[in-house]
């Protein structure tokens, strides 16, 4: 899943924390600035599917912060980068 809208201050632990309540994180990837090592407020959660969607119900739209948080099945990229449509 992509998630984005993370505050900066966002470790692997704390979105692991977060995600968890729907079951097993598989695997946790946040983007980070290379200098300052923060989390560029976004980053991909893998989980088993139905418990995904249970995460996606709960937390898109959840105020984390002061942001709002962005959760969705990622959509993956076909030749050239470009997104595929579902």
Request: glycine share 14%.
């Amino acid at each position: 899943m992509f998630v984005g809208g993370l505050p900066v201050e966002s470790t692997e632990e704390s979105v692991t924390e977060l995600f968890a309540e729907f079951g097993r994180v598989r695997s946790i990837k946040l983007a980070s600035d290379v200098f300052s090592g923060q989390c560029k407020g976004f980053g991909f959660v893998e989980m088993e599917g139905h418990e995904a969607r249970k995460a996606i119900a709960a937390l898109d739209g959840k105020v984390v912060g002061e942001k709002s948080l962005r959760v969705q099945f990622e959509n993956p990229k076909g030749k050239g980068g470009k997104r595929l449509r579902r």
